[in-house]
């Protein structure tokens, strides 16, 4: 950020940029600067490669079921057999038919997956049922929850009274059979392919025909022990004279949410929460910065203009300032945020607006004492323009201050901002470290004792925050001999 | 020093190691098998803690330091595998849906609407964001009402592909190169925006309309979601300059609301539709006094309001409430709705059918606990159990009445002045008493409605006091109320939580607390009885103490009119049952209180009496373990007498009285000499007999001697 | 002496009534005319009449022209009545009466630790300056400062709170609450401990930092230096010099500490479900009930020009210097 800073001025004054490798070669050389430009330029690779660094985007729900523990637990005795996100696509080609199917039934396996099964117009009435079966291993501890999908159509021409049915079973290795899904009888062309017929293990309806209490994780139920379990599909055709009914299944797919998954796990709605960490960087130090330069802008030239103006206007300027100053910051915002809220850029300028006023006074009281220097009478009396004059003596000498102001203003943003967000007056759309903060705790994160949720994000605000603070210092120290006129 | 934080990260990690358990607790038989009953209440206090924190909530339920509490769906792995707690579900009457404010471009189209609601995967947000906690809703009026929702109603199922064609048969246009939608004027779409509050703990609805909106942006619909502070989309919802929103509808256990969401100026109107067709069939279903004629009207208005579609029903929740596995006698409504009002009067710990405490926690602290300026639920949850309705709604049909303060009612058809109007007349009991002792009477039902109708509190100020023209109290158990024009729903708008005209109708009582609106009556002392408040009603308890943000308590009404017979002292008399004059009678008494624990306080009274006046009395004096021993000298006494023992205790503050009455026959004194005379006669008759048998013996001997010499 | 307070008093009297005409500004003319939130439109039922609600915004005060409003706000605020909570229909005062011992409480303890932890360690710190002690002190202070105020409540939440459950995660007493008073006491402190624990490092760290520059600056101070040179017993130099210098910022700090005894912490009062006047503005602001969020401001305004008023007497005894000024 300080280089960025930097280059605009450099922009304008190219002798700038050699001042400014200097300022960056005295921070290095003292160790708190070191070290606080050390974090910063690993935190804002992240806030660049956000997405390079995290596998997906912290919007993504269901990446495994929702508090999903890290994935890293599993070398933990306790966790070792956690569930792990486990899918299968089940085609034409992986179906097992379990029973030889009537010659008047055409069966057509399709290389995109599709199995169709058409029955040609026959003279009796005919009922077919087709059983396919697919095995899997599953090795792993009882998992929560399932869910999957069957895309199908059928198709019927002729007389009515034809009718398909789907029915779908999980089978354990006990061989007890759960029916998962009944299309129940199909007697008209339905398609079924967008959306697919949806089954999940989270549907009450589902849970109270299966028998079990509708707070019951059923997922638990049925696959208590590892082993070879079947997904059979029933398929069941029964068609009249003089019509065809053609019934066309697609690839089944079937799902397993982990519940161990990523670097930190997951949310309460199965968001990749070490995706949230990183690209809440972007957000802290966004709000940061650009909270940090507003409000030093407003400072400055509030300062400026009442310490070279003097009289009335500074006493107006100054005026206003106190006011300001009399106002409890963190209360004043809140209720103002409740209706300007929910928009990052609102919430930054709502920080930058209510933090000007210290950097204001200083930068006041410093031109105060420049305007009674020498080389400003002196200007002044060869005639030379109010705006020449702070542009070419007085903004020069206040450059210091104005980057550590620049640098030590951003953690007061960075942490309002977390603060507003756990609050839940921040901007919903924008997965700051705050929000993280905030659904922990309403998720019950801390009841669950979820710490690999409430730790990091906290870690990181610290650590930027820090690092911002000891720049800071280390640009104090450094400029502090030639500032100390504003003591 | 880094040392130190590696053990610490250790035991972190250490600690998150605990042992997986499963175990669900079904609930208990006691509450498998409860039926219930209508009287009460069975326990003695009435508790209310105050969790603002839910967390705290739940860590107090886990703990037994309440009795029950809600569980959110997300919270529910939490509770279900402790052994301690059980959970019943039901369904709620509370629909979440999609407003539309149909007079905004472009939510004006209604081809838009119909094609978001092609766009709403209900089954992925049940699933996802309500962890499967709820049913998908596609009818106006949810098939939870029964017979009052119509089956064959059209319907917009989820599918992009429909909602493409709904709008490209409406006129719409798409270009596929740049994926985006232009209006049958050839302008581009503008922004379909919904509006969500954040919700009350998490961002649910955030994360559900943003759902929504991915959808629609993924076939070129610009659907955005803009977040907004509850109280602001309310203010923009009642000015109707909102756009469309996502929030929940509490339908009553009757679709009452239905006139007030679909006509044209209805009060609930908020999305501006305006359908002559739909006004009359709204009409038919609200003005008339046949409820099948009612429920044919509000099916033909249903197609109509889906064909509209001024909101998109999204689904209707279903609650989890935990109690602890000591609880029973809790009354679930059937088939649906939630807990009934008979729960207070049931509920009560196994092992323990009398007494003790029921703790129910409130999630906000009580504003006001005046009943016509209370909004929130936890606000009536407190005076819930301390004003009654004329009739609450039976528990084993959520659709039917039972009978409560009033024990029957008619309706009638009548003409008054010429004009049409409905007479309802409702009969009240006559054993119904305000808990400060004054008698609950017509006059109270006849204050609370014209208090309403003058006053128009928000709340209760339905349209049948609107319309209300007179009352008349033919005596004092007995109501009739004259209504203009004819409406089933006038009697379900009547039955208002009543209040005492003696308290509620003192004016200057009211003034000098701030008037009816700013009094809280819990706040202010009773002017004649101590101890009490000026929060009375009829019901089965009685405000006791409340510690602002802590706890509202409330005590049992002993003097509750429907109260349960075996909650009182249980007391055992033994003693002779018949004696003699001037013999002492002995009573021994047993008195044991309603949770079966010896009483060992109560004041006991032994009367003797006959024909109603009292002959001696004596006090019994406690022998130890709940048993008191009296003594009564019975001389001068004769006859039969009663023996009326009158056992006073003190239970938590409420004094019990219990008499309970025996026989006992006094026989004159010289009666217990009767053997003893008996005896003497037969002595001596016996005596005299063998005496008159010597003398004729002698005599004989006498004579037979004489003969032979 | 005299002319100096007096000026003063008419400064800080007008800075008052400028801020309070801001927070009128900033809640109730910005929200109502310019986002169209009107707060009582939350107790409308929507079965009401026109009339009923023009009824309603009549109790709320909104029916009248803005001017009138702001002069009735004014007056209500200095009468010290406060006008009526919009949520609860209360008089402000009394709900205020209701919360203000917790927060005086909580804040109150915590203020007084941290100044006097502050000091102790500043002073300790600024006399042992360079030592292993000072780098220690002030990298723990500035890990501190840059430690958000939330976060370090969640921890002790998480930790104290719910693995090892030493604390309540909740509330300022039991439910049920005890009725010995001895034993609702130690219920209170136990309820106490967490909050007042969080307030205390939030604060220390910042405040021992400030006192530590504040010494050193002066102790490099020229003439110090000089007199030091001189030979000037050490005592001397700091009774004398040191601390005049010293003492007007540190009781201008503790000055602007003071209002938030009862203003309240918003944050950790929220975390903690610490029923105080924090936590209570926190709510209003989500409801829109301005009575109860400016009278909290206005107090807190309030408090904070008269400390400083008193402050500045208490300067300018102390350092006779600034009257000159």
Redesign the interface.
Known sequence: MMQKTKVKNSAKKPSRVKAAVEVLKLIMKHKKGLFGLTILIVFVLIAIFADVISPHSP?E??LAD??AVPIW?KN????KDLPENLAVHVGAAEWNFKNTIPSQIQVKKESSGWIIFKVKPEEAVSKTVVQLEYDFEYPYSPP?RF?GNIPYKVTINGEPGSYAKILFYIVTPEGKSYLIYDSRSIAYNKTMI??PA?F??????L?LRLGF?????IG?KIFSEKGTYKLKLEIIIVSVPRSTITVAIGPLYFRIPGLAYGLLGTD???ADLFANLIYGTRVSLLVGILASVISVSIGLVVGIVAGYKGGIVDQILT??T???L???V???L???S???G?NLYLTISLIALLSWMGFARNCRAFVMSLRERLFVEAAKAVGASDTYIIFRHILPQLTPLIYITLVLNV?GAI?LE??LS???LG???VPSWGRM?Y?A????A????M?WW??P??IM??????S???IG?TLDEVFNPKLKAR? | MRKIYVLLLLGVILLSLVPLTAFTAPPPAEQQNWKWEARGPRVDEYLMPIYLDYDAQLIAFKKGEIDTSFIQPARIDEVKDDPNIYILSYQTFNLQFLGINCQQYPWNYTAIRQAVAHLIDRDWIIRNIYNGFGYPVDAPIPPAFGDWSNPNVPTYPYSKELAKKVLLDAGFTYDEAKNKWYDPHGNELGDIVIQVPPAEQASWLYEEAQHIAEEGQSIGLPIKVEAIEFQALVSQIYSKTFKSFILYLGWGRQPTLAYELFRTGGSWNFWGISDPELDELLEKFYFTANLTEAKEALWKAQVKVAELLPYIPIYMGRANVGFRSDIAGVVLLKPLGGQSYLTTLNAHHIGMPFGGTFRDPLGSDPRTLNPFTAITGDEWAVMDNILETLFIAHPDQVSDDLPWLAKDWKIEETELNGQKVTKITFYLRDNVTWQDGEKFTARDVNFTWWFIKINKPTQQYAKVFEKMIKTEVPDDYTIVVYVNGTSWTYLYDLNVAMVPEHIWGDKSLLEANGGWEKWDPSKVKHPTKPGLTCLIGTGPFIFADRKPGEYILLKWNPNYWRRHPSKSLSVKVSAQESLFEGQKLEVEISVKDYTGSPSTNATVTVNLEQNGKVAKSAVAIHQGNGVYKASIDTSGLTGDYTISVVAKATISGVELTRTVTATVTIKPAWEQYLPYIVLLIVIVVIAVAVFYYMKKKKAEEAEETGEES | MARYLAKRAVDRLLVLFTALTLQFLLLRVLPYYVMGIDPSFFFMNPNLTNEQRELIRKTFGLDEPLPQQFVKYVLSLFTGNMGYSFYTRRPVVSELMERLPNTIILLGTSTILVIILGLAIGLLVAMKRGTKIDTAVVSTSVFLNSFPSFFLGLLLLLFLGYYFRLFPTAGTVSRPVPKDPVRYIADYLWHLTLPLLTQIIIGVGGYALFIRSLFITQLGEDYIVTARAKGVDERKIMTKHVLRNVLPPIITTIALALPGIVSGAVITETIFSWYGVGRWLFEASLQFDYPVVQAVLFISVVLTVISLYIADIVIAIVDPRVRLR
Not at chain 1, 76 to 79: H, L, N, S, V
Request: charged content about 25%; cysteine-free; proline content about 8%.
């Open positions: 919007d729900l269901g929702r508090f637990f933990f005795p306790q966790y929560r869910e967008d959306p949806r999940d293990a989270r549907d009450i309806a849970k209490a509708d707070y019951e994780d638990e309460n709605l199965g005026f206003f106190d006011t300001l009399f106002m409890p963190i209360p004043l809140i209720a103002v409740v209706y300007v929910k953690p942490l977390a603060a756990f609050l839940n901007d919903p759309s903060l659904n705790r309403y998720s019950g801390f009841f669950k004792l710490w409430i730790i994000p906290g605000i610290t650590l930027l925050a820090m911002f603070i000891l210092q003591r």
